[in-house]
């Protein structure tokens, strides 16, 4: 009788599986939140090959504190999360789903973008799009706001990461234009400089004006 070795392929598959289940079990903990104990931590969410691998990734960080570790999920992880959700086939069978696992699905679905992306090719309008300038003014402040607390950005915030955390909520034309506006209405800054490591994504996702050619960074004024 022979013995069937499982594939390449198979064996890459249920390694990023692996490495999904792990980041959604620290996610739906609330890792990405509040560092928590790597010792009161479920199994689930400290499996050790992918654990060690996403540590050395920068995905997961963990920090010794006295006689303890503390596990955080990074914003990187929360990035790679969203990316795999988008690609691992899951296989919820009676017999392997857990119900952390389920919630976390759910809490995703609630959370993330994913609700309005369904909705909108149902032929639904996005209940989230932004329609006016005075509407979006106030949304890339708070993304503004929140991004430069979050990540200690010094008063000047990416302008890749603000187009980034506003997403679809508005065309490419329409951030361009209404953030030029609120330039020119004195409430953001936009500067200059080079952004992180150059990346030909971020820079297109920065702005280019007619009168100060490439913009990086936004600066609040008002």
């Known amino acids: 009788m022979s013995v069937q070795t499982p594939s390449k392929e198979t064996s890459s598959k249920t390694k990023t599986q ?5 980041l ?3 996610w739906e903990l609330g890792a990405d939140k509040t560092a928590l104990p790597k010792g009161k931590l479920p199994d689930r969410a400290k499996k050790a090959a992918p654990f ?10 963990v920090e ?10 990074e914003a990187k992880g929360v990035e790679q999360l969203a990316e795999e959700l ?6 919820l069978d009676g017999t392997t789903t857990g119900a952390w696992l389920v919630r976390g699905l759910l809490k995703w679905l609630q959370q993330m973008e994913t609700v309005t992306t369904i909705a909108s090719t149902n032929g639904k309008a996005k209940k989230d799009t932004i329609a006016s300038y005075d509407e979006f003014k106030t949304v890339a402040l708070e993304v503004y706001d929140r991004l430069n607390r979050e990540y200690n950005l010094d008063n000047l915030v990416p302008i890749y990461r603000i187009r980034r955390e506003i997403g679809g909520r508005v065309s490419r034309s329409e951030f361009n234009e209404w953030v030029l506006e609120m330039q020119a209405n004195d409430i953001l800054q936009l500067q200059g400089g080079s952004v992180e490591d150059s990346s030909s994504d971020k820079v297109e996702d920065s702005i280019t004006s007619k009168v100060s050619g490439l913009r ?4 609040r004024l008002a």
């Open 64 to 73: 010794k504190q006295k006689s303890s570790s503390l596990v955080s999920l």
């Open 52 to 61: 060690k691998q996403l540590v050395e990734d920068g995905a997961i960080k």
């Open 86 to 91: 988008k690609t691992v086939d899951f296989k």
């Open 18 to 22: 692996e490495t999904t289940r792990l």
């Open 216 to 219: 990086f960074y936004a600066k």
């Open 24 to 26: 959604l079990a620290l």
